[in-house]
T-cell receptor, first 120, second 112 residues
């Protein structure tokens, strides 16, 4: 079946502009995550959605960052007034909800290919 | 701050040799996962070990977990050039729902 998809794959923008990044999770996955990965670095947790619960926004680096998930499926990460330090690969992942679930794949996350954001 | 730290940061071995990577973390966890990332396939889940497990195998992969030392190791046996990638550990901390923390990764190069 289809995996996690993200769009666009690459985005180049000017400092100060707003950008929207999209994530389509795997159908049936109730959990959705956004991460940021700077060049040569690990993944930095940004935000987590679980079903209809309030999202865990504890990883968002500033109030310029926001995300929403419509209908429990597609998610959009918005960065307002972009800065050069926002340049990174933004990764989305989805998984089954916390707790036991099929095939013993407890909390396994399936990642999308990422969006490479470059802020000039 | 990052929960997991991998060690070494970089590792270079000959094809056929074994590769061992370590991960240390700071707080109590529900489970620990290892992921691989390469330019061709993005981030891929390799193996998950729960906090009540001590060792787990999957093909050429062997993962150990020592909760008393808050550390895990990933062993890749009989390495292949295709194993060249960055390897990350990710920890699911207790009482934080499904939030995961990734380390900075170990860059493995397998020389043919």
């Amino acid at each position: 079946g289809a995996g996690v998809s993200q769009s666009p794959s690459n985005k180049v923008t000017e400092k100060g502009k707003d950008v929207e990044l999209r994530c389509d999770p795997i159908s049936g996955h109730t959990a959705l995550y956004w991460y940021r990965q700077s060049l040569g670095q690990g993944l930095e947790f940004l935000i987590y959605f679980q079903g209809n619960s309030a999202p865990d926004k504890s990883g968002l680096p500033s109030d310029r960052f926001s995300a929403e998930r419509t209908g429990g499926s597609v998610s959009t990460l918005t960065i307002q007034r972009t800065q050069q330090e926002d340049s990174a690969v933004y990764l989305c992942a989805s998984s089954f909800s916390a707790g036991e679930h099929p095939a013993g794949s407890y909390n396994e996350q399936f990642f999308g290919p990422g969006t490479r954001l470059t802020v000039l | 701050s990052q929960q997991g730290e991998e060690d070494p940061q970089a590792l270079s071995i000959q094809e056929g040799e074994n590769a061992t990577m370590n991960c240390s973390y700071k707080t109590s966890i529900n489970n620990l996962q290892w992921y691989r990332q390469n330019s061709g396939r993005g981030l891929v889940h390799l193996i998950l070990i729960r906090s009540n497990e001590r060792e787990k195998h999957s093909g050429r992969l062997r993962v150990t977990l020592d909760t008393s030392k808050k550390s895990s190791s990933l062993l890749i046996t009989a390495s292949r050039a295709a194993d060249t990638a960055s390897y990350f550990c990710a920890t699911a901390r207790m009482n934080t729902g499904n939030q995961f923390y990734f380390g900075t990764g170990t860059s493995l190069t397998v020389i043919p």
